[in-house]
C-alpha cells in the first residue's frame, strides 16, 4: 500500500501544482488597478523635467486632471502618444517621466511634440512606487481634489478612454462646478 502511494504522489503533486497555475492563470492582472481607487494623490515635489522649475503635486489640484506615467524607452508610450497629443486639448494632462534620462526623455517630447502642461521627473521611480505604478505606461483621473478615480495600466486607447476615462470626467467636472457655485457667495450675502 506504501508502495503504491509513492508511486502515485509525484502524480498527485504535479496535478495539484498545475491546478494552482491555472487559477493563476485566469486572474486579471488589470483588475489590481481598482485597489488603489479613492486615494490620494501623494503629496511630491519634484523637477519639472521641462524647465527645471520645482513641481509639487499640491499644484496639479483644482480641477479634474490626468496623470500619465511615460518613459521615452517605452514602446507603449510611444504608441499611445499621439491619442494624448488630441486628450490634452480637452483635460490637463500631467507627465510623470518614469525611471528615464532625462535628456531622453526631453528629446523624446522635442520629437514626438509635448502634449504635457508639465512632467514630473521621478528617474528613481520613488513616486510613481506611492502612486503603485506597476510599469509604463499608465494613466491616472484625479479628481479636482487628487482623489484617484480610476486608471489603466498598459496602452491607453480611444476605446479604453471613451468607455473608462470620460464618464468620470464628466461627473468629475460636475462635482467641481458645483463645489465652486456653493462656495462663491451669492450677491445678496456680498450686498449685505
Not at 511615460?70 to 490634452?88: F, I, V
Not at 480637452?90 to 522635442?110: E, F, H, Q, S
Not at 495600466?153 to 468607455?163: A, C, P, V
Amino acid at each position: 500500500m506504501r508502495s503504491r502511494l509513492r508511486l502515485f504522489l509525484p502524480l498527485i503533486l504535479t496535478l495539484g501544482l498545475g491546478a494552482l497555475l491555472l487559477l493563476g492563470l485566469g486572474n486579471n492582472p488589470y483588475s489590481q488597478d481598482e485597489a488603489t481607487l479613492g486615494r490620494t494623490l501623494p503629496a511630491w515635489q519634484s523637477d519639472n523635467l521641462l524647465d527645471g522649475s520645482p513641481i509639487q503635486t499640491a499644484s496639479l489640484k483644482g480641477e479634474p486632471f490626468v496623470l500619465n506615467v511615460w518613459a521615452s524607452w517605452c514602446p507603449n508610450c510611444r504608441a499611445e502618444h499621439p491619442l494624448l497629443g488630441e486628450l490634452a486639448s480637452t483635460v490637463p494632462l500631467y507627465g510623470l517621466n518614469y525611471r528615464d534620462k532625462g535628456d531622453a526623455a526631453r528629446a523624446w517630447l522635442m520629437e514626438a511634440g509635448n502634449p504635457y502642461r508639465a512632467v514630473l521627473a521621478d528617474p528613481d521611480g520613488k513616486l510613481a512606487l506611492e502612486l503603485g505604478v506597476y510599469g509604463t505606461p499608465e494613466t491616472y483621473l484625479f479628481d479636482a481634489d487628487g482623489t484617484l478615480l480610476t486608471r489603466h495600466t498598459g496602452l491607453l486607447t480611444q476605446e479604453i478612454w471613451q468607455r473608462q476615462f470620460v464618464p468620470l470626467l464628466d461627473k468629475a467636472r460636475a462635482d467641481a462646478q458645483i463645489k465652486a457655485a456653493s462656495t462663491v457667495p451669492s450677491t445678496r450675502e456680498t450686498q449685505s
